[in-house]
């Protein structure tokens, strides 16, 4: 195929329209529910105070910021995909940004601005013309700043569409590559996301993995859950082409919302069954390492272990004649192959050792 060929064929995939709006519109937007900036991303995309500051100060100086990049989904409401942290202070300091139970937040008061000094204790609202807000005449300018938005249209292609997601956010503040598979999750199908976020919360799960607080805020309890349900019955002619796992799980989520409620549902139960089993086979110690020459239990979660006996399990569908003691003699006996011996996965990127444990753990329980 050409350059030429792949041209048209990819530009027909995103269908993007362009116009200026002032704050005022974009806020009335907001309000009506016509545009969704997600609050479940205010834990990842965060400014801090001096930031935001920055961005008031700027729209009220007329420099001109940023294009939003916005999509419109089925019933039309423009999902932001990229300028998050900018309209919700934005917002926020109009007085207007709700939470994600739809509370109104505190409105933003600026902090002293490298240009504005004076910015320092001003916030929107209050009575105009007093001390520490600003005047109609500075209001009626910022809400009718103008900033470019690109709507990406309805019949853009998901997968497109999500893409270009990922470009535009994969520079900026999030912290973990499960974050920004997070954000794309919402915004393809908030029910989905809701989904994963129930599952990752089952007891028997964080009981059997056992993370620190640390990895639970950055979501890696998320990303287990989604290597679970992503990996679990996965081909093994796809495991040799799998390639880079954190860029594999992130195509995958466009997977996972074509899944109907009934293939949820199934899923969940396996899961469900699956981390039971694992906790009464031995709790936080199932998927540790096990040394057979000291027939004890060594090192923090393993994920040689998640891939070869929870998806071992999981690839079954949870079996009911698959026990709590059956699943613990598997794993002695995982451990206990020549093939698996302490350091096998030594200078092994994640997909190679996959190739291997993947399959061990589905005959594992055959």
């Not at 009626?140 to 535009?168: E, T």
Request: net charge negative; aromatic share 10%.
């Amino acid at each position: 195929m050409s350059l030429e060929v792949e041209l048209k064929k990819y530009r027909r995939q995103i269908a993007t329209d362009a116009y200026p709006m002032s704050i005022g519109e974009l806020a009335n937007l907001y309000r009506d529910g016509e545009m969704d900036i997600h609050p479940e991303f205010q834990r990842i995309f965060r400014w801090t105070p001096g930031q935001k500051t920055r961005l008031i100060e700027s729209i009220l100086l007329g420099i001109p910021l940023p294009s939003l990049f916005v999509a419109s989904n089925e019933e039309g409401v423009w999902d932001v995909v990229d300028g998050v942290q900018r309209l919700s202070t934005i917002f926020q300091f109009m007085g207007i940004l709700r939470d994600e139970d739809g509370e109104l937040l505190s409105p933003f008061v600026c902090e002293e601005a490298p240009f504005l000094k004076s910015l320092e204790g001003i916030s929107y609202e209050g009575a105009i013309g007093e001390p520490g807000s600003l005047s109609s005449t500075q209001r009626l300018d910022f809400k009718r700043a103008r900033i470019d938005v690109k709507i990406i249209k309805r019949q853009s292609d998901n997968r497109a569409k999500y893409d270009l997601f990922q470009r535009l956010n994969s520079y900026g503040s999030v912290a973990t590559d499960q974050e920004l598979r997070n954000c794309l999750l919402v915004s393809l199908s908030k029910t989905h996301y809701e989904w994963l976020v129930s599952i990752s919360r089952d007891e028997n799960f964080l009981a059997v993995l056992e993370m620190q607080d640390r990895l639970i805020n950055e979501r890696y309890h998320m990303e287990m859950a989604l290597r679970f349900i992503t990996f679990r019955r996965i081909e093994e002619p796809r495991l040799s082409k799998i390639g880079n796992i954190g860029e594999f799980l992130t195509e995958e989520i466009v997977s996972l919302v074509e899944k109907s409620p009934g293939q949820l549902g199934e899923e969940e139960d396996v899961f469900r069954r699956t981390f039971q089993i694992l906790r009464a086979a031995g709790g936080s110690e199932v998927l540790r390492k096990w040394n057979p020459a000291s027939g004890r239990t060594e090192g923090p979660f393993s994920l040689s272990a998640f891939e070869a006996i929870a998806l071992g399990i999981g690839f079954h569908n949870a079996d009911p004649s698959i026990t709590s003691e059956i699943a613990a003699a598997k794993r002695i006996e995982f451990w206990s192959m020549p093939q698996f011996a302490p350091g096998f996965s030594t200078g092994k990127r994640a997909d190679e050792r996959m190739r291997r444990t993947i399959p061990a753990g589905r005959e594992l329980f055959a």
